[in-house]
């Protein structure tokens, strides 16, 4: 119990610089974004009191109570986010547009569900949501829509944290010079961030949770000056009164500048993102005994102040700063300027996995995606996405100049993320939880309408910068549509275009076709039949493999596949004809191996397949699933098999012999030889007495072994999409000029599987959809 609350605890103070960075550092810059113009101070309180309270409320609603005790519930195995969402969704009903739920998938331990469905609760809404396919589709361009917000916000939070944290350099300029100094140094501090992406998070994240630890106890603490020196009796505007009487006097001026309030709960989606690295009591910990109560002091404290000071009038000096003691302001001004740099790295590293998870789903352009921790699972960097992300940050750092104008654009992004989130875990509760249908609707009706208020206010501040993330969100939307779209129709067309496994089978020596040694992975997205591609390449080169594997990798929709699942083999054809198909299945959250090591894993699996099938001693512990799955596509029924983790069979077989000898080596010892430094190496494959193997299966193992020695090659089809005659406008531009040229200008299937070039045999097909 110790241990665990020793572990829990260390949990809670890591996650304060990975989840917390962005949501810490929000009071730089919420009472400058709100009373910019919109409201002004009076005489009296009522403004300022009234702002807070809006504050305090915004944060205990949200945060508070949705995300810490409801939405982080909600996860996917352990992970959160808008895609574990969306996967939890597509697995609890059948409403993917994605080719993914199938037998082979359902077998796996995490796509089980929860806890099994109430036939009475919520079946004739789901029932209602898989018959519409409108809903299906409506449902992804939502998930979009949030994705691309969260891909928005990376753009954004970078710009607007740094830019309010340097501006505290306004207190100790003349006028003429803030802009000519605060922006220069934004924008160096924002390129040297970007340019260390690619040494990975994991060698500086151990100096993350200090700095912002030191920054909210700072906080927190000039929250407590601030009261008892200024203005004492400011927890009275913790009542919800102060909200009606701020409303009330304000009217419309009031209501625009919620877009200003809603950003002191910016980096709360965060939270759930990044649920994954942490635990759910670990950051309900860290926010309800650390972060909350920090933030709600520095607000009221920062009100407090300016309570008192009713004849500052100058937008500048409606910061954070202003309200910090003189002797105090450089240390703060360089723990904020770190702050500032930790909550933009998190939001950055969102980014990156955020878009990894998306590549995954085939909802967006291949990517190369840099592993930079080996230790540290999802530590990733993506080299094009960096660029682009910085060249961004640094046109909204330089082109709006103001926190004013940063804040509507970053506000509109973090709502419209929080909006697509509450309809997301509404469905979760109804499909997932399988609660009642008005346990759902309740959560949708008390939430739903609070943050469509400070939609709302933010999208009245359209020409004022929220512009931004709109604009870049169709642009993120348009691509991701099309690329998806392209994906389906192009598995469609391989679906429908498939050739007959009797057609396969009949290929033979009377037909001139040739095996030749090594091992052929023919890779493809189908996972029944022969895709036509394979066809077409034995059509024009009559000779394929003695060892051919119809290999799938496919992505399915949870967080990790455990290595023990992964593969899915069988046979196809009889055991004569060296035939496999092989179902590589991967989670969008799990890491693709190098290809040396694929093949390697594969063989291994491969040998396990045959020696165990085959031996009615079979461990469980290496066959997952000694019920075959049944597998029909209208010309073949193959059984598959989950084949576990287990040392390397092959391997364990192989004895290296350096022979200076010139003779050649029978065939039937399962020899290999290679020259090494002016000397024949030999392999001999020498396979254990027991248990007793019988004849036909060492012959198998010794082809197999002979076929991985001799090398391998990956076939591969080489797309080259069109929209059909007669295809509508809108389709012929999709296709025909938006998907090809993503095709054209991102990287390849060979490529992002790092296949290697002198291993890869290409076959052009044209695929008309």
């Not at 994705?147 to 207190?171: K, N, R, Y």
């Not at 709600?296 to 009100?303: C, E, F, K, S, T």
């Not at 740099?341 to 995954?360: D, E, L, P």
């Not at 989950?642 to 390397?648: Q, T, W």
Request: proline share 5%.
């Amino acid at each position: 119990m110790k241990d665990s609350w020793r572990s829990l605890l260390l949990l809670a103070y890591q996650s304060l610089g990975v989840v917390y960075g962005d949501l810490s550092i929000s009071p730089l810059y919420v009472y400058k974004s709100t009373f910019a113009d919109d409201i002004t101070h009076s005489e009296t309180n009522e403004e300022i009191f009234g702002v807070l309270s809006f504050v305090f409320w915004t944060l205990t609603l949200i945060p508070l109570f949705k995300y810490v005790f409801i939405v982080l519930r909600a996860d996917d195995n352990g992970e959160g986010g808008t895609f574990a969402l969306y996967s939890l969704i597509c697995r609890h009903a059948k409403v993917s547009l994605l080719p993914n739920r199938q037998v082979a998938d359902e077998e796996l331990s995490t796509y089980i569900m929860e806890s099994p469905p109430d036939k009475r609760n919520g079946s004739r809404v789901k029932i209602w949501l898989e018959k519409h396919k409108n809903f299906h589709t409506a449902l992804l361009i939502v998930v979009l829509l949030g994705t691309c917000m969260v891909i928005g916000d990376g753009v954004l939070t970078p710009a607007i944290s740094v830019f309010s944290a340097v501006s505290g350099l306004e207190l100790s300029m003349s006028k003429e010079h803030r802009e000519y100094a605060v922006v220069p140094i934004t924008c160096f501090i924002l390129v040297c961030l970007f340019a260390l992406q690619h040494y990975g998070t994991h060698r500086v994240g151990f100096f993350f949770a200090p700095v912002v630890l030191t920054w909210l106890l700072c906080i927190s603490t000039l929250g407590l000056y601030n009261i008892f020196h200024w203005n004492p009796y400011v927890y009275q505007a913790l009542s919800p009164y102060y909200m009606y009487k701020f409303l009330k006097k304000t009217r419309k001026g009031g209501w625009m500048s919620l877009g200003g309030i809603l950003l002191c709960i910016t980096g709360s989606e965060a939270m759930f993102a990044d649920l994954g690295h942490f635990s759910y009591r670990a950051i309900q910990m860290a926010f309800t005994f650390v972060v909350y109560p920090a933030l709600i002091l520095a607000y009221m404290g920062q009100a407090a102040y300016l309570s008192k000071h009713h004849h500052i009038d100058t937008s500048y000096q409606i910061g954070f700063y202003v309200s910090v003691p003189e002797s105090v302001r450089w240390p703060i001004l360089a723990i904020a300027i770190l702050a500032s740099v930790v909550g933009s790295q998190a939001i950055i590293s969102g980014t990156f996995s955020i878009i990894n998870q998306s590549q995954s789903l085939s909802c967006f352009p291949r990517v190369k995606v840099v592993h930079t921790s080996d230790k540290i699972h999802g530590q990733i960097y993506i080299p094009e996405v960096n660029w682009m992300l910085m060249v961004l940050t640094l046109a909204v750092a330089v082109g709006f100049r103001d926190t004013k104008h940063m804040g509507n654009a970053s506000g509109l992004a973090v709502m419209t993320v929080m909006l697509v989130t509450t309809c997301l875990t509404s469905l979760v509760i109804l499909l997932c939880w399988h609660k009642p249908p008005l346990v759902a609707l309740a959560f949708l009706l008390f939430f739903g309408p609070l943050e469509l208020l400070y939609f709302s206010a933010s999208l009245t501040k359209f020409l004022d910068g929220a512009w931004v993330p709109i604009l870049l969100a169709l642009i993120l939307m348009t691509l991701m549509f099309v690329w998806h779209y392209a994906t389906i129709k192009s598995y469609e067309y391989d679906l429908h275009n498939k050739v007959s496994l009797d057609w396969l089978l009949a290929l033979g020596p009377a037909l001139g076709i040739a095996r030749v040694p090594g091992i052929g992975l023919v890779l493809t997205d189908l996972v029944s039949g022969v895709p036509a591609n394979f066809s077409r390449f034995v059509s024009n080169l009559p000779a394929f493999h003695r060892v051919l594997v119809f290999v799938c990798v496919k992505s399915v929709p949870v967080p990790r596949v455990p290595a023990a699942e992964r593969y899915l083999i069988g046979r196809v054809g009889p055991p004569g004809a060296r035939l496999y198909r092989c179902i590589s299945r991967y989670g969008y959250r799990d890491v693709r191996r190098d290809t040396h090591d694929f093949e390697r894993e594969l063989a291994a699996r491969l040998a396990d397949f045959v020696r165990l099938t085959s031996s009615p001693q079979s461990p469980a512990s290496l066959l997952q699933s000694e019920t075959s799955l049944e597998r029909g596509s209208g010309d073949e029924m193959v059984k598959m098999t989950v084949v576990g983790s287990a040392p390397d069979f092959l391997a364990s077989c192989c004895v290296y012999e350096t022979d200076e000898s010139p003779q050649s080596v029978s065939l039937q010892e399962s020899d290999f030889r290679a020259s090494e430094n002016g000397f024949r190496r030999r392999v001999r494959f020498v396979f254990p007495d027991s248990p007793r193997m019988d004849d036909s299966v060492r012959e198998e193992l010794e082809e197999l072994a002979t076929a991985q020695q001799a090398g391998t090659a990956f076939i591969m089809g080489h797309a080259h999409v069109k929209a059909s005659p007669g295809s509508s406008f809108l389709k012929r531009l999709a296709i025909d000029y938006g998907y090809t040229f993503l095709s054209r200008n991102c990287r390849g299937p060979a490529v992002a599987l790092r296949v290697p070039h002198v291993s890869l045999l290409e076959v052009g097909m044209v695929y008309v959809v």
